[in-house]
C-alpha cells in the first residue's frame, strides 16, 4: 500500500528537478566571468606536457551558442579528450613494452645461466 504514495513523492520530485533544469538552461547568463567549453583562442597553445590538462573548461566571457545542436559545443572539447587520451595510451604503451623487453632480456639471461650451470658450463 506504500508503494503508490512513494510511486507519486518520485514523480513529483523528478518533475520539480526537471522543471528546475529547464529554467535554469533557459535563463540567460549572468555577466562576469563564466565557464564555458569554448576552443581556447589561435594565440593560446595547449601545452604539451601531460601533467596539465588542456580541455578544462576555461574562463571567458559568454558566447552566442555554438552551431552543431545541442552537442555542437562538446566536439572540439571531445575531440581534445580523445586526442590526449591517445597520446597518453601510445606513451603507457611505449613504457610498458620497454619493461616487457627488460624482464625478457632477464628471464633469458637467467635461463641461460641455468642452463650453462645444468651443463656444467660455468
Not at 529547464?22 to 601531460?50: E, K
Not at 611505449?94 to 628471464?107: F, K, N, P
Amino acid at each position: 500500500m506504500l508503494g503508490h504514495p512513494l510511486r507519486v513523492l518520485c514523480a513529483g520530485a523528478a518533475l520539480v528537478a526537471v522543471v528546475v533544469l529547464a529554467i535554469h538552461s533557459a535563463a540567460p547568463p549572468q555577466p562576469g566571468r563564466t565557464l564555458t567549453w569554448a576552443p581556447l583562442p589561435a594565440t593560446v597553445q595547449p601545452s604539451a606536457s601531460p601533467a596539465e590538462f588542456s580541455a578544462v573548461p576555461t574562463a571567458a566571457p559568454p558566447t552566442s551558442a555554438p552551431s552543431g545542436g545541442l552537442l555542437g559545443g562538446l566536439r572540439v572539447p571531445l575531440s581534445a579528450l580523445l586526442h590526449q587520451l591517445n597520446n597518453e595510451t601510445k606513451q603507457s604503451a611505449v613504457g610498458q613494452y620497454s619493461i616487457l623487453q627488460a624482464i625478457t632480456d632477464g628471464l633469458r639471461d637467467r635461463i641461460s645461466q641455468f642452463l650453462n650451470w645444468i651443463v656444467g658450463k660455468h
